[in-house]
């Protein structure tokens, strides 16, 4: 639908004359009955009617003014914003990242992002998925990438990208031989606890309670250090499949049940979008569907 076309149509209904309709919008009549009759096309019935020099509203008409008088206000503040948006060389979103996310996933988003938006200053926070959530809500954020299984109703999400969940082992370890790991051969295994791990929260939610216990014999909240211990061939962890730091480190899927996240961006339902979080969505609705 033409803007132009509802400008067109909105004058016509302040003003019930063509004339008038036509100088308040600075074009011709044949232009503004052109476009009038374009939009009529496009919902397929009549919006203003002339009947021996009078013009008037259809029901049709009264019925989709309000909309489009709203739909307009709607794309004219749109508008303003993106004009303040770019004229601001100091905007900053505020981005929330869950820190169990492999930043290799989310560098190509904020690389371009930074193209899009050059003179945009991106602050970007990590921490547990609950604490994004939780400050998502309270308005200390602009946007976030998180992946918990359940967000409260106030919570809107949009699918980035999934991942599956594998088990990291040493060289020389028993997984080495199998081509997927069953969860139930986590039990008794010498194990590094990823403190921020969300996997036995995603297994709860998708199948009930975890169904072994493995010999936790360190806990970190930092996957550097898990990865490395991992590598001294101190135990095994179980980790989303993209959070490799290390090229050497050996992992299988977890099997029986396959358990996989799901990894969106979130906003704040009814909560004004600025420029910045309009053009970081979209840039994220962008990678989601070239991944599929």
């Known amino acids: 639908m033409d803007l132009n076309q509802v400008r067109y149509f909105l004058a016509l209904a302040d003003t019930l004359s063509f004339t008038k309709a036509a ?3 600075n074009v011709t009549q044949p232009t503004m009955s ?8 496009e919902f397929g019935a009549e919006l203003i009617r002339r009947e021996r020099g009078r013009t008037h509203l259809t029901e049709l008409g009264r019925i989709v003014r309000p909309r489009l008088e709203f739909a307009l206000a709607e794309m004219d503040s749109v508008q303003a914003e993106a004009v ?5 060389t100091r905007a900053t979103l505020k981005l929330g990242v869950m820190c169990t996310i492999s930043p290799t996933r ?3 988003i904020i690389s371009l992002l930074s193209v899009r938006a050059p003179q945009l200053s991106v602050e970007l926070l990590e921490a547990t998925g609950q604490s994004i959530v939780d400050m998502l809500v309270e308005g200390n954020l602009d946007v ?19 991942e599956q969940y594998v088990v990291a082992f040493p060289s020389g370890h028993r997984f080495d031989q199998m081509d997927s ?4 051969e986590l039990h008794g295994e010498p194990y590094l606890e990823r403190l921020n791990c969300e996997y036995v929260l995603h297994y709860n939610e998708h199948s009930g309670v975890f169904p072994c216990k493995p010999d936790v014999r360190y806990k970190s909240e930092h996957e550097d250090w898990i990865q490395a211990m991992i590598l001294a061939g101190m135990g095994c962890a179980c980790m989303p499949e993209n959070m490799s730091l290390f090229p050497n480190l050996m992992r299988r899927p977890l099997v029986e049940p396959k358990i996989k ?21 979209r840039i994220c609705m962008d990678f ?5």
């Open 106 to 108: 989310l560098i190509p």
């Open 288 to 292: 989601h569907r070239d991944q599929k």
């Open 34 to 41: 052109r476009g009038i009759k374009l939009l009529e096309q």
């Open 23 to 25: 100088e308040k919008c």
């Open 261 to 281: 996240r799901t990894i969106s961006v979130a906003t704040v339902r009814g909560r004004r979008h600025t420029p910045a979080i309009d053009l970081f969505c």
């Open 144 to 162: 976030a990438v998180v992946g918990v299984p359940k967000y409260p109703e106030i919570i809107s999400t949009n699918p980035l990208y999934d």
């Open 181 to 184: 790991v069953p969860v139930k």
């Open 84 to 88: 303040e948006f770019s004229a601001n």
